[in-house]
């Protein structure tokens, strides 16, 4: 089944765009001199398989790199369910493989202290880095605090991240555009504003079916920490996180937890207001999604927070009904602010201690560490092509359009690309406005985001100036991560279960019931936990 719509990675779920023009294969413009190697080598990796996909060594990827960078690899991949335990495994026997390339969450910031600072089983890079990765050591040089995020507690660097050049900030808040305008309602900019929006859905027909009653002011779900609903309250009382109860930054560098706050007062204040007077759906605690997401294709709702309209409407038309609401500001915080969810992913790309060819591997992955590179492994090779090398590739339809022929048991470009480039150490994260516009300087072609595309970037840009608060994962010793464990387990099962009684009204919320809240935390370390970050941090930032 061929579509051309194509379903982006981690920045969208549903980006159309086509490409249009003939044009030849290009050879992508910063890829090294190939091959890298001067005699064949072979190097062991070790993967994580995404869910559903075909063995990767079906895919063309391996097939090239044997033929073009003269490196053979045996590949050791297990599923995402077994895949800690299997890797854990390995690290305790000590049988590791040269290379991890692509390992999900695995290789966090505990772990690298524990593999890399503590039992030495994994390599310093730094060197490497310096004499093999110029594009690796590029990018540290324009980002400085990409290398900082990147070098543990003892000082060196054992992995490697991928990264974006545009901030990605979450979920975002969305707003039936038709509503406003049935009901003759500009788009609010402050809380209080947004209170009033929220009356008048509830009470006078928004959705314009003749039933007063049907219409669910604020839509969605939350979960048991809070998330993705309640993201733009956080931020419009000067909290800018995603909802969940975790650490932001403030401008000063400080630590802070959303439910140990003053502000988080506030909050609770307009939140139980929202829910005694009927504008919070009834269901908000117990839905999830997909039930969530099934009021919303109905025109039954008029606010939610979401990562993309396409979730929320069951046609294009539909979708551009769905506007950005924006960052708002209320009584106790005049700033507007949104939350940042960081422009890097640690821990994507390591050596084991005994990798038997470091120098290869180094030049192996800074391959990856140019936008040109990125696109060119994103996509794919042109269908026919002499680097496809048999294997199936991106072709220009009879319109012009940019298509594949999937293999068997693919039906679209989404689930195709997503299982190819998944394994790869992105250089640049798809979505972001410069790898679009890397797309002529590998293909030698012009892209053109379709109508949904346009949208969906148009309303991302609301928020995009506002972004701030974002916390990087911080190294800890093990000590300080079996402390961090205990606490923390304590501190969200209460913040949550507090949450949702004082905001239902089951606790009611008074100053001394808010003091007394506060004060249990105290007894469950709150503010070691919060001390215990800000020292990390501190020493990761060199303060």
């Not at 050591?137 to 980002?143: E, G, I, M, P, W």
């Not at 609903?229 to 009382?237: D, E, G, K, Q, R």
């Given at each position: ?140 040089d324009a980002n400085p605090d990409l290398k900082v995020l990147s070098t543990c507690n003892d000082g060196h660097i054992y992995t490697l991240p991928n990264y974006g ?67 733009m309250l956080f931020t419009a009382y000067g909290m800018p996180v995603s909802g969940e109860q975790i650490l932001y930054l403030d401008d000063e560098n400080q630590v ?27 269901d908000i605690f117990t839905q999830d999604r997909t039930a969530a997401r099934a009021k919303s294709t109905i025109d039954r709702v008029g606010y939610t927070c979401e ?237």
């Amino acid at each position: 089944m061929k579509k051309t719509l194509v379903t982006m990675l981690a920045f969208i779920l549903t980006l159309c765009f086509c490409m249009s023009a003939t044009a030849d294969t290009a050879t992508p413009v910063n890829l090294p001199d190939l091959p890298l190697v001067d005699e064949p080598v072979e190097l062991s990796v070790l993967m994580q398989r995404y869910d559903g996909a075909e063995s990767y060594d079906k895919f063309w990827f391996w097939k090239w790199c044997e033929e073009y960078t003269g490196i053979h690899f045996n590949v050791i991949e297990y599923d995402a369910q077994v895949f800690e335990e299997k890797a854990n495994l390995l690290f305790t026997t000590g049988e590791i493989p040269d290379m991890l390339i692509y390992i999900g969450n695995y290789l966090n910031n505990t772990r690298v202290v524990q593999y890399g600072a503590e039992e030495g089983l994994l390599m310093p890079l730094e060197d490497l880095i310096e004499q093999y990765a110029p594009n690796v050591k590029t990018v540290f040089d324009a980002n400085p605090d990409l290398k900082v995020l990147s070098t543990c507690n003892d000082g060196h660097i054992y992995t490697l991240p991928n990264y974006g050049t545009e901030v990605y900030n979450g979920a975002r808040s969305y707003i039936n555009q038709t509503w406003l305008t049935n009901l003759g309602l500009e788009l609010p900019t402050t809380i209080e504003e947004f209170y009033d929006v929220l009356v008048a859905f509830k009470e006078q027909d928004a959705n314009g079916n003749g039933d007063p009653s049907d219409e669910i002011p604020w839509g969605g779900f939350w979960d048991e920490n809070g998330q993705p609903s309640c993201t733009m309250l956080f931020t419009a009382y000067g909290m800018p996180v995603s909802g969940e109860q975790i650490l932001y930054l403030d401008d000063e560098n400080q630590v802070h937890l959303p439910g140990y706050e003053d502000n988080y007062y506030y909050y609770l204040q307009m939140a139980n207001k929202m829910w005694t007077n009927g504008l919070i759906d009834e269901d908000i605690f117990t839905q999830d999604r997909t039930a969530a997401r099934a009021k919303s294709t109905i025109d039954r709702v008029g606010y939610t927070c979401e990562d993309s309209t396409a979730l929320l409407s069951g046609s294009e038309e539909a979708m551009l009904n769905w506007v950005g609401l924006g960052a708002l500001t209320s009584e106790v915080n005049d700033t507007r602010m949104w939350n940042q969810s960081g422009t890097a992913s640690s821990g994507k790309f390591a050596l084991s201690s005994t990798c038997s060819n470091p120098e290869a591997a180094m030049k192996f992955v800074d391959m990856f560490f140019t936008l040109e590179a990125s696109v060119f492994f994103q996509w794919g090779p042109q269908k026919d092509s002499e680097e496809a090398l048999g294997y199936e590739g991106w072709y220009l339809d009879e319109n012009g359009a940019f298509d594949w022929d999937y293999p068997a048991g693919y039906e679209n470009a989404g689930s195709w690309v997503y299982r190819l480039s998944i394994i790869l150490p992105m250089a640049s994260k798809p979505g972001s406005s410069e790898y679009f516009e890397a797309m002529p300087a590998v293909y030698g072609m012009p892209y053109t985001m379709d109508t949904a595309g346009v949208h969906f970037r148009a309303e991302y840009d609301k928020y995009l100036p506002y972004a701030t608060g974002y916390m990087p994962e911080v190294y800890l010793s093990a000590e300080e991560v079996e402390r961090k464990n205990e606490i923390v387990t304590t501190l969200n099962t209460f913040m949550a279960s507090m949450e949702k009684k004082f905001i239902t009204g089951a606790e009611a919320l008074t100053e001394e019931s808010f003091e007394a809240y506060r004060e249990e935390l105290r007894k469950q370390g709150v503010e070691e936990y919060i001390e215990m970050h800000q020292n990390a941090y501190n020493a990761m930032i060199g303060a």
